[in-house]
Structure formats: C-alpha cells, structure tokens
C-alpha cells in the first residue's frame, strides 16, 4: 500500500511538472510574444526569478526524486511497476531535469543578465521554446510510464 502511495505521488509530481511547461508551450510564450519585446523580456525576466521559489522547485525536483526512489524501491521488492517508474524517473531525468539544466537555465540568465531586454527577448525566445517542447514532451512520457507502474 505504502508503494502504491509513493507511485500516485510518483504520478502526480510527473504530471504537475509536465502539465506547468505545456502551460508554456500552449499559451504562456505566446501570450508573451503579443506584448512588445521590452515587455516580454522583463516579464519572462521575472517569471524565471519566481520560479526559484520554493513552490515550483518542489515539484521539479520532487518529479525526479520521487520517482527515482520509488522505481528503485519496486525494484528491490520485486513489484512489476517498479521499471515503468524507474523508467519514468529516467525521462524525466534527461528529457526535463537535463534539458533545463543544460539549455533552458543558460538561456534564462543570459536574458536575465541582458540590459537590452528587446533584444535579449529577441535573441531568447525561440530557442527557449523550443526546448521546452522538448520538455513537455519528455515530461508527459515520463507520467504515462508512472501511470503505467500502477497496474
């Protein structure tokens, strides 16, 4: 039972997790993308010094420890879904965790360390997003895997 719990919260911290970065892929850049350069750039600017706060970085490091330690548990014990949610740890890991240390993170602080925020949106915004699909997608594999482990 105590399993099933941690693979729910397993779930749950996934799908949280994926569910914010489609939320940026669907509308939120698109939204940004309609305000002037000046005002995207300072408004993004702000949204990546807030997302530090403890809010969002529970769930994003929750998304990976969570699962990790859950997965390996399933599998010391012999439970069937213990690799689906390892394996979903593990997307995780490179899909989101990765992709956002290695790519979305330098291009967040070199926008925040621009004093131009037309062109460092300019410079910013494309490469950012498409990233973050990458994230998004990595982050709805690795919920289903989760989801999967439940069975």
């Known amino acids: 039972m105590v399993w099933t719990i ?40 702000g949204i990546n010094e807030t997302a530090l706060l403890p809010a969002f970085m529970s769930v994003f490091f929750g998304a990976l420890l969570v699962p990790a330690g859950t997965g390996i548990w399933g599998l010391v014990e012999g439970r069937d879904g213990g690799a689906w949610v390892l394996a979903a740890a593990a997307v995780y890991l490179i899909g989101t965790f990765g992709v956002t240390a290695a790519l979305n993170v330098p ?3 070199r926008l925040l360390a621009s004093h131009d925020k037309a062109a460092g949106w300019r410079a910013y915004w494309r490469p950012w997003t498409a990233w973050n699909h990458v994230r998004t997608l990595a982050g709805i594999v690795a919920t ?7 069975l």
């Open 6 to 45: 941690f693979t729910v919260a397993s779930v749950l911290l996934l799908g949280l997790s994926a569910g914010v970065f489609f939320a940026f892929s669907s509308f939120v850049m698109s939204g940004l993308g309609r305000a002037s350069d000046e005002a995207a750039g300072a408004a993004m600017s």
């Open 107 to 109: 291009l967040n602080n």
């Open 144 to 150: 289903a895997l989760a989801a999967v482990g439940l």
